[in-house]
């Protein structure tokens, strides 16, 4: 059968809507359960086991669930990607928790990642910033971002679908559910490219450049001139009564973020309607955040929550300028994954600054600092109904407050090796980190862990994620293998061959459409879709527990210096969220955890992280490969 007709392309990439990438297949049931099968590891027993065997027998002489599957291959055929919606839906705009901590990603970059002439100035930092993130999306319209691909031969291209997805989409509450609303500039490339500002003096829009092109690139000095300038206004008199609310609203649940939103709209839609339209037709927030880290733990904290009267969380890109120079970003993980804001990053940090923005940075800053050009600023004015919206703010403050003095966050910078030394000694720096965490886990707590890795499925049309499901048999027998007394290195060796040999195998059938969990969440769907009851499968012990993330874990390679990105944890109040990236002669990682679990603890999972690193480093390093 004929593949479908690409989506229509986002203006921002036609220019890699050819070759046509094959939509995401629809694996045969009996493969999925059998792989699924194959996935129960401990720390399941084998009655759950039993159980698991007996329900997947059940499903696949059930006729409901044989219509499911032929829902789904329906889809298949109709849809440019029978998953892309019902993903969107099921993982992210139908949570009614809020955003910050629990599905919004950040990111951390150390002092060295800017130009040195630029750092300590929050200013130029925030518009070398602002400006190289503008540049990328116009060289992207231009067709000039390298096209990006998997493997060697064959080289397979990737969707860059994701990457227009970064550009001024904003995520709408709704009590009923969320949507996604890109902004005008997605679609019409030459409107003017503008940007939501936030400074403790209140929101603002600022235009950036009348169109997304290379032939009118942001003129860096002059936004450093017009955001120090906003930064030095003075604070809001008023804080309830000001648009730093909106960012307070944002942090809150998504039901109560919706009501509050309503009543703003019903108090005084000519003023309140077109500022909410405003802020979500920028292409991204710029806060200039006066808080000075004093480290690279406290930057990423920050960048994951902070001050929420100074965010935007439903934008899909902050840059979050600290008042002494140092940049983290908050991303709205719905329409795109970090991995892209990574690679979007990753390309600013090889532009140099303009001789404009330096010969600007060379000007005394005892006064407000002057250029040749004029960005236009317009700041977001909104009339509050203090009255009624007091109860919802004050709920969306609480809720807030709870989830940052509950999130535990930890980093691991280890320098011992990196992944040259792992490469050099045949092992997959991916596969050995992943052995580490489950032993670090085990080590610390007793048991092994359910673990979630990210895999990509960019190969196919719209493709995002597959969960690639890291707690193998094989991964619990190293582990075991390197606490047993008896145990020689030659056996611990051995052992981590096969649980890496493992790894790579259910990652690469992640990667090619062959994975478990989005087909099982498909045929949840479709079940729903058509009115079908769930299958038993679903309720049994082995489902709910291979299905508890409680080791969530994602690599962010790759890392040009030591970048620090991060998630909270999945469970709650158990788990654990684990983030990291390679360099030649270092691995970093973000740990993140809850302080309400007796149980949990970033500090003691980063020491044992790193005892791990060396432990199974030394039998790749020492012993040699069978």
Known sequence: MAAPPPPPSSTLTAAYAHPPLPPLPVPPLEKTLARWLDSLAPPLSDAAIAEAKDAVEACLACEDVRAAQARLEERAVSEPSWLDDWWLTGAYTSWPSPTPYLSNYFIGYPAEALPEALRGSQAAASAYMAAGFVAFFAKLAAGRIPREYMGRKPRIPLSMHQYAALWGTTRIPGEAGDSLLASRHAGDLQLPVKALVISPAGYFIVTLAPALSEDCP??????????????????????????????????????????????????????????????????????????????????????????????????TIQIIAYGNGIIGVNGEHSPADAISTVYVFNDIHTAEPPPALLHWLATPSHAPRKTNVTLAVAPVRLAVPRQALAPVLVAARTSFATASEDFDEDLLFYNTF?????????????????????????????????????????????????????????????????????????????????????????????????????????????????????????????????????????????????????????????????????????????????????????????????????????????????
């Open 218 to 315: 942001v003129d860096m000095a002059a936004l450093a001139a017009t955001l120090e300038a906003l930064a030095r206004l003075p604070p809001v008199d008023e804080l309830d009564a000001s648009a730093r609310i909106l960012g307070e609203l944002s942090a809150g649940e998504r039901p109560n973020w919706a009501q509050a939103r309503t009543l703003l709209l019903e108090h005084e839609p000519a003023i309140n309607g077109p500022a909410l339209d405003a802020i979500a037709d920028t292409a991204l927030a710029i806060v200039l955040d006066p808080h000075e880290p004093d480290s690279t733990l406290d930057a990423t904290r920050t960048a994951a929550g902070g001050d929420a009267s100074l965010r935007m969380f439903d934008k």
């Open 418 to 626: 990196g992944h040259d030394a792992l490469k050099a000694g045949r092992t997959s720096p991916d596969a050995f980190i992943q052995m580490a965490i489950g032993l670090a886990y085990f080590r610390l707590h007793g048991k092994h862990a359910v673990t979630y890795e990210t895999g990509q499925t960019r190969q196919f049309a719209l493709g995002r994620t597959e969960t690639v499901r890291a707690a193998s048999s094989e991964r619990a027998a190293f582990i075991e293998a390197m606490g047993a007394p008896d145990a020689t290195v030659t056996e611990k060796r051995a052992a981590l061959d096969a649980a890496i040999k493992r790894h790579l195998a259910l990652l690469k059938d992640a990667c090619f459409g062959a994975g478990v969990d989005r087909h099982l969440l498909g045929l949840r769907m479709a079940c729903s879709e058509l009115g079908l009851p769930l299958p038993e499968l679903f309720s049994t012990e082995a489902f709910i527990t291979s299905s508890q993330w409680v080791i969530s874990s994602s690599n962010t390679n790759p890392a040009p210096f030591p970048r620090i990105g991060g998630f909270g944890p999945v469970v709650h109040p158990h788990g654990y969220g684990i983030c990291y990236s390679t360099l030649p002669d270092m691995i970093c990682v973000n740990i993140t955890s809850w302080r309400s679990s007796e149980e949990t603890s970033s500090a003691a999972m980063r020491k044992a992280l790193a005892g791990a690193f060396t432990d199974v480093g030394a039998l790749v390093v020492n012993v040699p490969k069978l």
